[in-house]
């Protein structure tokens, strides 16, 4: 099937809008106000006020994107830190416009304080972007289809569970990382670097699966079918562990097929019930 645009990626196509204007502001804004020049200012004002009014329709589709995306667990972080980010850039971006629409008259060449917020709303949104590609994108796979839509995101960190939702957030991210280094060396090559990283996420699903048999007994309805699978998750990510010691790509490819069928049983036996 042809990819056709979707309503989750528009809002990247419209983030190429706000991040086109911002160096132009910059720049004119900068020209103006060392040179005391009315007509960069021009220049600085028409390209703010295009690129805040673009950039609301890119927040108004980053919060479509928001709401549309399916969201796998463990990535909540950069998720509103980004949303957050790029809520404040257009927040700038708009004050800054209508205060340069209402006071151009009187200001007809630009002062130092226009550029100060021209400049912090460009830093905002570079950091908002690097968000959004690098982490939520390029790392995460956030609405790439190849990457099963978010579901194949390795890890964002290891902080210390603090409930069962939390482990198996982080079984997900671990669980994901195995399958795309598999995936990755059954492509490509055997790399001794991706044997090691598969190593110590199969050993970090055993450490988590511990604290899920544990938080999975405290008050939940089926407390023996969770501490029994989460031991057997345990002894498939050991299993992992063993093959990729070996670095046995055919045992490492049975091993996480198995791990993903613990999943399944887990998920069909208490989860979707
Ligand atoms: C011991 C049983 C058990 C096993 C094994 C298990 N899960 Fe789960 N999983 C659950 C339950 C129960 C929930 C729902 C928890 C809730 O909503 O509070 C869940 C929820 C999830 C979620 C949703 C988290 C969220 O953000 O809402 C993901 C993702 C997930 N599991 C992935 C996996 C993966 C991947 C594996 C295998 C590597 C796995 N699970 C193995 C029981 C299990």
Sequence with gaps: MIPVVRLVTIHPVLT????????????????????????????GDAALVVTA???????????????VLPWPGGLETW????????????VLLVTLAALRLAYRRADRAARAPVLVVAVVAAGIALFTGWIGGEVLVFQSGMAVRAAG????????????????LEAMRQVRASWASIQTHLAWMLVHHPREEDFRRIEADAQRIEELARPMADFGGKGSKSPDTLASMSEALGGNA??????????????IARAIGETSGTC????????WK
């Design 16 to 43: 190429h809008f706000t991040i086109g204007g911002l160096p132009l502001i910059v720049i004119a804004y900068t020209v103006a106000v060392w040179r005391r020049s009315p007509s960069w200012t021009l220049v």
């Design 149 to 164: 839509d978010g579901a194949l995101a390795p890890p964002l960190g290891h902080p210390a569970p603090k409930s069962f």
């Design 79 to 90: 998720r509103w830190v980004h949303l957050g980010f790029g809520v404040a850039t257009a």
């Design 264 to 271: 399944a049983d887990c998920h069909e036996a208490v989860r």
């Design 53 to 67: 009014a673009l950039t609301l329709l890119t927040v108004a589709f980053g919060l479509v994107s928001n709401f």
């Design 238 to 251: 050991d299993d992992i562990l063993t093959a990729a010691k070996k670095k046995s790509l055919q045992e």
